[in-house]
């Protein structure tokens, strides 16, 4: 009777283990906003630049996968800038987290391309750090709109410097890059 009874358990534990895990994750609605293609606008390290980005769920809609690429190129014919960002948010602590990845240096994964922050309203203020400096990027969601502004800015012993004020619109068939 007893090894029946295990029997039963074990088989009903197997049945609903798997169900329970197979569910989707909760999406994050602020991260829900940026799903889409954007075209970014507006100063960035002293010049103005267009770049294109795109934001879709990726690994079981856990993460954010961002692609920017800009429209600007160097004379080989390369885009000036490319990155590859994970955004995610974590529904125990609260806190998000980014690991962003681009042309402008190598960095074998130290701390300094990996962000992390806390919304606050409609805004994320991800923050990275290395060993000299911090880099404050803020998304900053306007509702009315339906875009996005990125507050970029530059931090070491002298305070803060701004680096870039960009906004993202939403592309529409005349935005499409051909």
Known sequence: MLTRTLLTVAALVGIVVPTAHAQAPRRDSLLDHLIGAWVLRGPMAGQ??????????????????????????????????????????DPHTQDYGALWMDNT???AFYPAGVGRGRAVGDSIPFVFT????????TFVYDRKSDTWA????????????????VVLTRTGPAEARP
């Not at 160097?74 to 885009?79: D, N």
């Not at 290395?130 to 990027?137: I, L, P």
Request: glycine residues 4%; aromatic residues 14%; charged residues 25%.
């Open 48 to 89: 103005n630049v267009t770049h294109d980005v795109t934001f879709q769920w990726v690994l079981g809609n856990e993460y954010v996968e961002m692609t920017e690429v800009s429209r600007e190129r160097t004379a080989a014919g390369v885009p000036t800038y490319e990155a590859i960002v994970y955004l995610v948010h």
């Open 150 to 165: 990125w507050h970029m800015d530059n931090e070491d012993a002298h305070g803060l410097r701004p680096f870039a004020r």
């Open 130 to 137: 290395d060993s000299a400096s911090r880099f404050h990027n």
């Open 105 to 107: 240096d190598y960095n």
